[in-house]
């Protein structure tokens, strides 16, 4: 009862070594050093545009915390009305071989949370989890996985507080990703209000991502929420604000530091172009 790599091959390599080659290569510029950091908010786009931004911060993020027993990531599309749900099933497959569910724990939320199920078998795949789950088994291989999707909604705070509560309770040691990407601009996404060019590639980058950036360095969730959804700053504002709930639960307090930021307009210039951060939490 695996949930199948679905976008291997596509999106990011498909064999281990493969696998192994390009996140080490994407992580070659990180500069990690220790801190009290927790938690990590990354992109899930193809790695060839966002795997630099997603590769430097878990390379920072294991050098703060470097044998977590939990990895929790908060993920999926959804707006605001959810649903809420948790994987509950065996795991999920990688081609750095499988990330296992702690089971108990999974079925214990889901029944005291009234979370629904994730499917193993999804109507269509989800890039928001899967994504990130190469890295995680790369950079925190003995870990378990607790993988919840969360609603863009100011309930996404009382999750993240409610698991992190949870996973203390069994004196793991545990690490919270919020998986998202940034501004989607363009008329792929059908949202231009500064229409094209030079002066729209600025206002993403330096106003519309930053938004949502300093918010999270303001250690305000609840904005987080406001703001990716209203100014359409970010597509899964939820996964961020239950990351940073959890990590404020768990160790008392937020230390956000952003590691990277850029568009994907850099890679590849293009009319339309999605935004990227790591930010540690």
Same mark, same amino acid.
């Given at each position: 009862?695996?949930?199948?790599?679905?976008?291997?091959?596509?999106?990011? #390599?498909?064999?281990?070594?493969?696998?192994?080659?390009? !996140?080490?290569?994407?992580?070659?510029?990180?500069?990690?050093? %220790?801190?009290?950091?927790?938690? &990590?908010?990354?992109?899930?786009?193809?790695?060839?545009?966002?795997?630099?931004?997603?590769?430097?911060?878990?390379?920072?993020?294991?050098?703060?915390?470097?044998? #977590?027993?939990?990895?929790?990531?908060?993920?999926?599309?959804?707006?605001?009305?959810?649903?809420?749900?948790?994987?509950?099933?065996?795991?999920?497959?990688?081609?750095?071989?499988?990330?296992?569910?702690?089971?108990? &724990?999974?079925?214990?939320?889901?029944? =005291? +949370?009234?979370?629904? =199920?994730?499917?193993?078998?999804?109507?269509?795949?989800?890039? /928001?989890?899967?994504?990130?789950?190469?890295?995680?088994?790369?950079?925190? #291989?003995?870990? =378990?996985? &607790?993988?919840?999707?969360?609603?863009?909604?100011?309930?996404? +705070?009382? !999750?993240?507080?409610?698991?992190?509560?949870?996973? %203390?309770?069994?004196?793991?040691?545990?690490?919270?990703?919020?998986?998202?990407?940034?501004?989607?601009?363009?008329?792929?996404?059908?949202? =231009?209000? %500064?229409?094209?060019?030079?002066? /729209?590639?600025?206002?993403?980058?330096?106003?519309?991502?930053?938004?949502? !950036?300093? /918010?999270?360095?303001?250690?305000?969730?609840?904005?987080?929420?406001?703001?990716?959804?209203?100014?359409?700053? /970010?597509?899964?504002?939820?996964?961020?604000?239950?990351?940073?709930?959890?990590?404020?639960?768990?160790?008392?307090?937020?230390? #956000?530091?952003?590691?990277?930021?850029? +568009?994907?307009?850099?890679?590849?210039?293009?009319?339309?172009?999605?935004?990227?951060?790591?930010? +540690?939490?």
């Amino acid at each position: 009862m695996l949930r199948p790599s679905f976008l291997a091959g596509l999106w990011y #390599p498909a064999t281990d070594s493969a696998c192994r080659k390009a !996140i080490a290569a994407h992580a070659a510029d990180a500069e990690p050093e %220790q801190g009290p950091y927790t938690g &990590l908010v990354g992109p899930h786009a193809g790695w060839s545009y966002s795997g630099d931004a997603a590769a430097e911060g878990y390379a920072w993020l294991s050098a703060a915390v470097p044998h #977590p027993d939990l990895v929790v990531v908060f993920g999926s599309h959804r707006g605001p009305h959810g649903p809420n749900t948790i994987f509950c099933a065996d795991g999920w497959s990688t081609p750095l071989g499988p990330l296992a569910t702690a089971r108990d &724990l999974a079925i214990r939320l889901r029944d =005291e +949370l009234r979370l629904g =199920e994730e499917p193993v078998q999804p109507g269509h795949p989800d890039n /928001a989890v899967e994504l990130h789950l190469p890295f995680v088994r790369y950079f925190f #291989p003995k870990a =378990e996985l &607790l993988m919840l999707g969360v609603g863009a909604a100011k309930e996404a +705070l009382a !999750i993240g507080a409610a698991v992190a509560k949870r996973v %203390q309770e069994t004196k793991r040691r545990a690490v919270f990703i919020g998986s998202t990407d940034l501004t989607h601009y363009g008329p792929n996404y059908d949202f =231009e209000p %500064q229409g094209r060019g030079d002066q /729209a590639v600025r206002w993403v980058r330096e106003q519309n991502d930053r938004g949502f !950036i300093d /918010a999270i360095l303001a250690k305000e969730p609840e904005t987080v929420v406001l703001h990716g959804t209203e100014e359409h700053s /970010a597509c899964c504002p939820g996964a961020v604000a239950a990351a940073m709930s959890a990590v404020q639960a768990a160790s008392g307090a937020l230390h #956000p530091k952003v590691v990277s930021h850029y +568009l994907s307009y850099d890679v590849q210039p293009n009319d339309s172009f999605v935004g990227y951060a790591g930010v +540690l939490l």
